[in-house]
């Protein structure tokens, strides 16, 4: 399943990074956003998923976030997830860059995650800024203020946010400057991450992606593993163990 081809680039890479989207936790029964289950069919998210949203019905979107948080709160990290934390010490400098917010990749053991949309695991004060990490339990069914007054909310990036201006300007340095890069479980078509794989190849890098599907990129890119990438992710690490 792994290339000679790919094989080979392996063996001399001294410098990898990896980005993961939804479809890497998918096997952990984590909803995707898109396709036939996604969660996007459920819930329209500009309804949902944005500032004005939460301002206006602060309660209403807590309470969505709460019911998220509670479908992933015991999940438990599939073989992809731990395949990518083994990667990590596979070679001399890796980076793993996510725009996943389920927090898997660290319950693997990964260490060194680059977060692009935040972590649904933390809160934080839309006014101050405040991080709240773990004091706020799962059951809180009401939206909580800030000892400054503001209200609190998930750290996630919201439709129309920004990312966090160091998680992205990381990602791009290391997506022009490693030796392969992957795009794994991605659909590739929310930016800025979705150009991640673009400069990469554009800056002379191998691009590998692990997809069941064709995606925007998978014409663009050097090679694509077709499959899901609790499979996929462990032959690698065969080869590399
Ligand atoms: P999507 O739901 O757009 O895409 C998931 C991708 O995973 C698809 O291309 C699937 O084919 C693929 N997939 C499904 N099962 C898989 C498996 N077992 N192994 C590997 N791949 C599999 O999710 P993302 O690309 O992560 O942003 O979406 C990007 C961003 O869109 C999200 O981070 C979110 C959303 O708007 C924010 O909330 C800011």
């Known amino acids: 399943m792994v290339s000679q081809q790919l094989k080979d680039h392996i063996k001399k890479a001294r410098r990898v990074a990896v980005l993961t989207g939804a479809g890497v936790s998918a096997e952990s029964g984590v909803p995707t956003f898109r396709g036939e289950h996604g969660l996007w069919k459920k819930f329209r998210p500009e309804e949902l998923a944005n500032f004005d949203a939460f301002m206006r019905n602060p309660e209403l979107v807590w309470e969505w976030y709460q019911y998220r948080r509670s479908l992933i709160y015991d999940i438990e990290p599939n073989p992809g997830h731990f395949a990518l934390a083994k990667m990590e010490n596979a070679f001399d400098e890796f980076s793993l860059i996510t725009q996943n917010i389920d927090g898997l990749h660290q319950k693997a053991g990964s ?25 706020i339990p799962i059951t809180q069914k009401k939206v909580i203020k800030c000892h400054c007054g503001g209200l ?28 392969i890069f992957f795009s794994v479980g991605t659909s590739a078509i929310v930016h800025p991450a979705a150009q991640l794989p673009i400069t990469a190849k554009q800056a002379g890098i191998y691009v590998v992606e692990v997809n069941p599907d064709k995606t925007p990129i998978t014409a663009y890119v050097d090679e694509h593993l077709q499959g899901p990438s609790g499979e996929i992710l462990p032959e690698i690490i065969k080869f590399l163990e």
């Open 152 to 179: 609190i909310r998930p750290d996630v990036v919201w439709f129309g946010e920004m990312l966090p201006v160091d998680a992205i300007r990381n990602a791009f340095e290391w997506a022009e400057s490693c030796d």
């Open 111 to 135: 260490q060194r995650v680059i977060e692009l949309h935040g972590n649904i695991r933390r809160n934080k004060c839309a006014t101050c800024g405040e991080f709240h990490e773990d004091e």
